[in-house]
């Protein structure tokens, strides 16, 4: 008879292991709040960001991006340097919960949306990985969620099925492309409520 298989937790990084925001960054460079805004939607976009996510270079992108906006060319340099500091505080709560799940055995992993070049040096910054088995970085596999195919590489990585695993994330279409997959997906809100779910899936 075959063992059965131990279920795993999945956790998205940005938003839901740490706060992650480009303002957290720029609004120490540009204090013009105007101005700031209009970087943000204009120059640094959470839109132009996402193309590292998908596995386009730092090397392709900064020299791109300040041919169109040369006068903005060290505030966009900025954003490599400093990208760690976009997401310097853990969301309150979720790495208590992380450790507890480590200490009951449960298997962890990431599946992140984050650049292959960013992550290397943000992973560097925070033991708090080091509890995980795996992560799964979009940028690295250069396939995004909520794209079918990184749920799948999840699975053969974790070498569980989809109902093994439990997964939390921030955006309600990877949270609806991970449940078509068979996951026991669920929309992050907050700590509390990631408890109350893991719990009653008795993982907790």
Not at 28 to 35: L, Q, Y
Not at 56 to 61: A, F, P, R
Not at 103 to 118: I, Q, R, W, Y
Not at 130 to 158: H, M, N
Request: aromatic residues 10%; proline residues 4%.
């Amino acid at each position: 008879m075959s063992k059965p298989v131990t279920k795993a937790v999945v956790f998205d990084i940005g938003r839901v292991l740490f706060h992650w925001q480009l303002r957290a960054l720029f609004q120490k460079i540009i204090e013009d709040e105007a101005e700031l805004d209009w970087f943000l939607a204009n120059v640094v976009t959470e839109e132009w960001h996402f193309q590292h996510d998908r596995g386009v270079t730092l090397g392709e992108m900064l020299p791109a991006r300040i041919a169109q906006f040369p006068d903005q060319a060290l505030r966009i340099a900025a954003y490599a340097a400093r990208f760690n500091e976009t997401a310097a505080e853990p969301v309150e709560g979720v790495h208590d919960l992380v450790r507890r799940l480590h200490s009951a055995g449960v298997p962890l992993f990431c599946l992140t949306n984050f650049g292959d070049e960013l992550f290397a040096q943000f992973r560097a910054q925070h033991a708090i990985f080091d509890l995980f088995e795996d992560i799964i970085v979009s940028g690295t596999e250069k396939i995004a969620k909520p794209d079918a195919r990184i749920y799948e590489l999840v699975e053969a990585r974790s070498d569980r099925p989809g109902d093994a695993l439990f997964f939390t994330d921030d955006n309600p279409d990877n949270v609806a492309a991970a449940k078509a997959r068979g996951w026991d997906a669920h929309l992050f809100t907050d700590a509390d409520a990631l408890e109350t779910q893991l719990k009653a899936a008795g993982h907790l």
